[in-house]
């Protein structure tokens, strides 16, 4: 109700809206105009192209025009939009990155509402951290990301590539195993030291600091866009964990076609352009200073994407998606196969990680979830622990490192590199 009485975006009209007598809230708005975008843009699990190019830039020029209309919908703190006798105010932070993935379980974390962008990040960089330590992290592995779609020529080759990749992480049970969830905290002191850059670089206009938190729609994906037949924006759905949040996380790219995957980047032109029509459009010269500060920060949004993602584990490549993100940062001391070595066999990484162990599943367990998995394929079995073997993947958080297979090779990363050796070895 708030973003249609004040903007021009086109979303639902909403008739009503509150908890039931079974406690269960409902929403009555009314129907999307147009066809979901899904049904047209090419799915990145598929290989079916209904869109041009050109058709794709116009969908996300328009993202980017409304995204200049949401900066313009602010705020002093950064939460969650409510509604109490006609008034609207921020309260409570439900982004998903404090609730999705059973992080709303998690009781020591701040939810706001956020007064500062530095405080906003730390709540979140808390619950990732608290999340690695206890929660289920699904399928993500650090040193072993999931294959993804876009990597491969045609359907075989990835499902092929998944189903190593799942054999891999199934021997050990290494996905909630505690090397696993060590390497994520490590990877966190990284994130921490990039909110603080950024942070400390972020200064918006003296003027305008009463602003700085703009309403962000967190899933501009295919299913909540509506085109019409002429790839006009007709409706955008799905506003559930819509929250003011600093301007470096509303001016980052929307994922495309879903939110855990980066823009293809002869797309990104596209919306930064949208939003810059929009912005040389509607202000004012004398608001000049917050102008070159919203192109600064559009300008560095890559970075802001990618630590988000990883936060909210709302990815699937979460090593590549670090990487990218390491060598964006740049002046480092080390690489990163020197720096998680380091911190692999420093007393700090080793005493956390004999902790977490205490939580790790009996050899007993994971001896019959092996044999459930595997069943009687004995050369599948027999790859998947000779890859284990190979990696050191239990060997890593130790005092010395120097021992053993790899030595002081490169960390072992398990990704499609891996998985196409494989396919290679056992070719007739």
Not at 22 to 34: C, F, Q, R, T, V
């Amino acid at each position: 109700m708030y973003i249609r009485a004040n903007s021009t975006i086109p979303i639902p009209e909403v008739f009503a809206y509150r908890d039931n007598d079974i406690g269960i809230p409902y929403i009555l708005m009314s129907k999307a105009h147009g066809t979901p975008l899904q049904r047209t843009w090419k799915d990145s699990e598929k290989d079916e192209l209904n869109m041009s190019h050109e058709q794709k830039t116009k969908i996300v020029f328009q993202l980017g025009v409304i995204t200049w209309q949401l900066s313009r919908l602010c705020f002093d703190q950064a939460g969650s939009l409510f509604e109490e006798d006609g008034e609207f105010q921020i309260k409570t932070c439900l982004s998903r990155g404090l609730l999705l993935n059973e992080r709303h379980s998690l009781g020591d974390i701040n939810r706001g509402p956020f007064k500062s962008e530095k405080d906003y990040y730390e709540a979140h960089v808390s619950a990732f951290l608290e999340h690695v330590k206890y929660l289920q992290l699904g399928h993500h592995c650090f040193f072993a990301p999931i294959p993804a779609r876009s990597e491969y020529d045609d359907y075989a080759g990835f499902r092929k590539a998944s189903d190593w990749w799942s054999d891999f992480v199934t021997v050990q049970s290494k996905i909630d195993g505690s090397d696993n969830r060590t390497d994520y905290v490590i990877a966190k002191e990284v994130l921490s030291e990039m909110i603080t850059r950024w942070t400390n670089k972020s200064k918006f206009p003296l003027n305008d600091r009463k602003h700085r938190f703009s309403i962000h729609h967190p899933d501009f994906s295919v299913d909540n866009i509506f085109v019409d037949e002429g790839f006009n924006i007709t409706c955008i759905i799905d506003w559930a964990f819509c929250s003011s949040v600093p301007l470096s996380i509303l001016l980052t790219a929307p994922g495309l076609p879903q939110s855990r995957y980066e823009v293809d980047v002869s797309l990104l032109p596209a919306f930064k352009n949208g939003f810059r029509y929009a912005l040389e459009k509607n202000t004012q010269r004398e608001n000049i200073e917050t102008e070159m500060t919203l192109y600064q920060t559009l300008s560095c949004s890559r970075p802001i994407w990618l630590l988000s993602r990883i936060l909210n584990f709302d990815s699937t490549t979460d090593y590549h998606l670090f990487k990218a993100l390491w060598d964006s940062m740049g002046n480092h001391d080390q690489g990163i196969s020197e720096f998680f070595r380091s911190r692999q066999s420093s007393q700090q990484y080793i005493l956390l990680r004999n902790e977490l162990k205490e939580d790790d599943q009996t050899t007993e367990q994971v001896d019959r979830l092996e044999k459930e998995y595997f069943r009687d394929d004995i050369r599948r079995l027999a790859i998947a622990r000779k890859l284990t073997l190979v990696s050191q993947w239990s060997l890593r958080h130790h005092k010395s490192l120097t021992y053993g297979i790899r030595g002081n090779s490169n960390i072992f990363v398990a990704d499609k590199r891996l998985w196409a050796w494989i396919d290679n070895c056992l070719k007739p």
